[in-house]
T-cell receptor, first 113, second 116 residues
Framework: GQQLNQSPQSMFIQEGEDVSMNCTSS?????WLWYKQDPGEGPVLLIA?????ELTSNGRLTAQFGITRKDSFLNISASIPSDVGIYFC?????????????FGGGTRLMVKP | GAVVSQHPSWVICKSGTSVKIECRSL??????MFWYRQFPKQSLMLMAT?????????EQGVEKDKFLINHASLTLSTLTVTSAHPEDSSFYIC????????????FGPGTRLTVL
């Protein structure tokens, strides 16, 4: 199936550093979602974005829905070891659950204490 | 709230056997449930979308006769991998959308299937 272009694929950073990752698409999405997946677990929703230009925070996490509706980014400030995991962006074209989510390839984050 | 469970969390089976995986929404009713497959170090790939009381919609390339989906109630969907083979070994994850917030999907913890 189609995937969103998510970058970087992996990051290895020092504890305390800020992190930025993004997703781009050639198609327009009406909803952007960011998930975190720990090993052997299902994805957990971090932030949901519903309007172009929307900027939403969840603790140290901030995500934005691009104006063109073709991209989104996620920032993590002051990273800590428990931020380790795989972060996925996901987009939905429609506004009902009948429209599937398209996932990015994931960003594997590693944090050195 | 919005908890989704899966059972079993892992299963090992012999080639040729069938395996059933359950997905339950514990504290909400889900009009739609989704089944994904995830291979190691890869993203989630949607297999099928199921709506309660109707046939599942399968993604291109997913064999509906091999991956049987039954969405019998608003809180339960099952995925049966029939005549499993080693190449079916994967991490299977379900998600559910609450009827009150159909924009969101809540994921289960996944089921690790290993076919010997």
């Amino acid at each position: 199936g189609q995937q969103l272009n998510q970058s970087p694929q992996s990051m290895f950073i020092q504890e305390g550093e800020d992190v930025s990752m993004n997703c781009t698409s050639s198609s327009i999405f009406n909803t952007w979602l960011w998930y975190k997946q720990d090993p052997g677990e299902g994805p957990v929703l971090l932030i949901a974005l519903y309007k172009a230009g929307e900027l939403t925070s969840n603790g140290r996490l901030t995500a934005q829905f691009g104006i063109t509706r073709k991209d989104s980014f996620l920032n993590i400030s002051a990273s800590i070891p428990s931020d380790v995991g795989i972060y996925f962006c996901a987009g939905r074209r429609g506004n009902n659950a009948g429209n599937m989510l398209t996932f990015g390839g994931g960003t594997r984050l590693m944090v050195k204490p | 709230g919005a908890v989704v469970s899966q059972h079993p969390s892992w299963v090992i089976c012999k080639s040729g056997t069938s395996v059933k995986i359950e997905c339950r929404s514990l504290d909400f009713q889900a009009t739609t449930m989704f089944w994904y497959r995830q291979f190691p170090k890869q993203s989630l790939m949607l297999m099928a979308t199921s709506n309660e009381g109707s046939k599942a919609t399968y993604e291109q390339g997913v064999e509906k006769d091999k991956f049987l989906i039954n969405h019998a109630s608003l809180t339960l969907s099952t995925l049966t991998v029939t005549s499993a083979h080693p190449e079916d070994s994967s991490f299977y994850i379900c998600s559910a959308s609450p009827y009150y917030s159909y924009n969101e999907q809540f994921f289960g913890p996944g089921t690790r299937l290993t076919v010997l």
